[in-house]
């Protein structure tokens, strides 16, 4: 499985991430987005308003390399931070029912999908530990065929 139940989780309850892509001069850019975790597929969707015009959009179109970041803070005292980093490839995909925003108003169908190649975890799994004494959950994700 690529992801635990605790990541999973994770991903359900946050309403923001940061999506690294690449831009053609070889630059980053990094952008923070909506987004929802694709149970069927085990991606990443990133959608949004006029994603299709939208500069990280247009970037993976010519590198599909990236990077994408979901994290919290749970306590400043004593200081604890939940991450999940997620490496990957992307592709420019199309959703037949586009979503809404909340005022109802359609988002662009079209989204980024993200399909994961390297996870790395910290503190989702285990809010017990003293935080320096916790260790980041890194693993690779095994690719079809």
């Known amino acids: 499985m690529t992801f635990t139940a605790y990541e999973i989780e994770f991903m359900k309850q946050a309403e923001l ?5 690449i831009q053609p001069d070889g630059t980053p850019q990094n952008s923070p ?3 929802t975790f694709n149970e069927t597929s085990g991606t ?4 949004g308003y006029e994603m299709s015009k939208s500069r990280k959009y247009r970037n993976i179109a010519a590198n599909p390399k990236v990077a994408f970041v979901i994290d919290d803070i749970t306590s400043r005292d004593p200081w604890r931070v939940r991450c ?11 959703l ?3 979503p809404r925003e909340p005022n109802g108003d359609p988002l ?21 530990t ?16």
């Open 17 to 21: 991430g940061r999506l690294a892509t």
């Open 33 to 35: 987005v909506g987004f």
């Open 44 to 47: 990443i969707d990133i959608s």
């Open 84 to 94: 999940l980093e997620i490496r990957g490839t992307a592709v420019q995909a199309t």
């Open 96 to 98: 037949e029912d586009a």
């Open 108 to 128: 662009d169908a079209a989204i980024i999908r993200i399909t994961p190649r390297r996870v790395i975890s910290f503190g989702i799994d285990d809010q017990q």
């Open 130 to 145: 003293e935080p320096h004494q916790l260790t980041a959950h890194v693993r690779n994700v095994a690719t079809a065929g």
